[in-house]
Nanobody, 114 residues
Framework: QVQLVESGGGLVQPGGSLRLSCTAS????????MGWYRQAPGKQRELVAD???????NYVDSVKGRFTISRVNAQNTVYLQMNSLKLEDTAVYYC????????WGQGTQVTVSS
């Protein structure tokens, strides 16, 4: 069974940057489209970025131009580079297969605050 471990979150000021990492256990990681999700307090989890097996990326409008998703299949890892962070980016961030196929990891907290 695939296990997902997210890391890299923290406290950052508005305008700052963070790089999140997600490592997946198991085989066949390279076969899956992957995504980064976030869940803010009191809100539903939302997909903010995804990347296909071949590296084609998509972003929700609110993060376009600020976030970059990437992957290294040989390391079973997907990244989320977050720049120009805003207060509204505060959330717990999770990675998963594009449609949430795998068991959810613990996520990593991102707090944007002055």
């Amino acid at each position: 069974q695939v296990q997902l471990v997210e890391s890299g979150g923290g406290l950052v000021q508005p305008g700052g940057s963070l790089r999140l990492s997600c490592t997946a256990s198991g085989d066949f990681f390279s076969l899956y489209n992957m995504g980064w999700y976030r869940q803010a307090p009191g809100k539903q989890r939302e997909l903010v970025a995804d990347i296909t097996r071949s590296g084609v990326t998509n972003y929700v409008d609110s993060v376009k131009g600020r976030f970059t998703i990437s992957r290294v299949n040989a390391q079973n890892t997907v990244y989320l580079q977050m720049n120009s962070l805003k207060l509204e980016d505060t959330a717990v961030y999770y990675c998963n297969q594009r449609t949430g196929l795998f068991p959810w990891g613990q996520g990593t907290q991102v707090t944007v605050s002055s």
